[in-house]
């Protein structure tokens, strides 16, 4: 069983902070992804990583940078978190071969206040 | 970049009716098309996916069909079941390399009601 294990279900933070979200795969998959997710705008793409130390951007980069030191982990940093950074954020992996299937994390609610 | 939209945002149909739900993507490189079902609470999981190569698959109650010139896909459910009732997203592929699935681009989900 494809394990994607998110570090925090949900997270209050202030204004300003600096906010670390953790991702961590077990099946040795290559990509590795942050959406957030909001209602009525679907799944939208922050980061995407191929692999170690590799990134792309997705759609909504901005306010957020990620880290990829070791294969198994991908980590999404809030520089200076703010209110409209509230959000769903999930965390997802997947094989590097053509075509499949991605797996997901359980999400992490993230509110700013 | 990759655009996918998708509708309708919601549909709600009686236990037993078929339900249809439509996207649209822009880039012509992409070539893999998942289907995600998110139940309330819980992460998104994979129900169907279609490849480029094929117009059309089918699993039990729920088909996937797909057609590139027109770069439209759509997912059908017949004899709905109050269990569907979900959030449901398409999404489409912009590939990274020549054998990189890349990134999936999600559409904006459907949220479907199925009453008994």
């Known amino acids: 069983d494809v394990k994607v294990t998110q570090s925090s279900r949900y997270l209050v933070k202030r204004t300003g902070e600096k906010v670390f979200l953790e991702c961590v795969q077990d099946m040795d998959h290559e990509n590795m992804f942050w959406y957030r997710q909001d209602p009525g705008l679907g799944l939208r793409l922050i980061y995407f990583?191929?692999?170690?130390?590799?990134?792309e951007k997705g759609d909504i980069p901005e306010g957020y940078s990620v880290s990829r030191e070791k294969k198994e982990r991908f980590s999404l940093i809030l520089e200076s978190a703010s209110t409209n950074q509230t959000s769903m954020y999930l965390c997802?992996?997947?094989?590097?071969?053509?075509?499949?299937?991605?797996?997901f994390g359980q999400g992490t609610r993230l509110t700013v206040v | 970049g990759e655009n996918v939209e998708q509708h309708p945002s919601t549909l709600s149909v009686q236990e037993g009716d078929s339900a249809v739900i439509k996207c649209t993507y822009s880039d012509s490189a992409s070539n893999y098309f998942p289907w995600y079902k998110q139940e309330l609470g819980k992460r998104p999981q994979l129900i169907i996916d279609i490849r480029s190569n094929v117009g059309e698959k089918k699993d039990q109650r729920i088909a996937v069909t797909l057609n590139k010139t027109a770069k439209h896909f759509s997912l059908h459910i017949t004899e709905t079941q109050p269990e569907d009732s979900a959030v449901y997203f398409c999404a489409a592929n912009r590939p990274h390399g020549s054998s990189n699935t890349g990134k999936l681009i999600f559409g904006q989900g459907t949220t479907l009601q199925v009453k008994p």
């Open positions: 990583s191929y692999d170690v130390k590799m990134k």
């Open positions: 997802a992996s997947s094989l590097l071969t053509e075509n499949t299937e991605a797996f």
